[in-house]
């Protein structure tokens, strides 16, 4: 969704969609749900402060994976790349 607000001020909407098919079609990428387990493990986060980094992070933690960041509150948080 971050991709998404990016294009949008690129002002390229128009990517968003062509651009989720080649990642849905790579197996080196997995779209996952915001869901109750995620939903869940958010709100014991205190960090990161912004809902959607904290939204992020609770998701890697989950899933076990690596978020590509230089984020200092989301490296703090899960593991990261970068």
Aim: proline share 6%; with cysteine.
């Amino acid at each position: 969704m971050e991709g998404y607000q990016v294009l949008q001020k690129l002002r390229r909407p128009d990517l968003f969609l062509p651009l989720v098919e080649r990642i849905e079609q790579d197996p080196s990428y997995r779209i996952v749900a915001l869901d109750g387990p995620v939903i869940r493990k958010f709100a014991t986060l205190t960090k990161p402060a912004e809902m959607h980094d904290r939204i992020i992070a609770a998701t890697a933690i989950l899933h076990d994976a690596a978020v590509v960041t230089r984020d200092r509150q989301i490296r703090e948080t899960c593991k990261t790349i970068w």
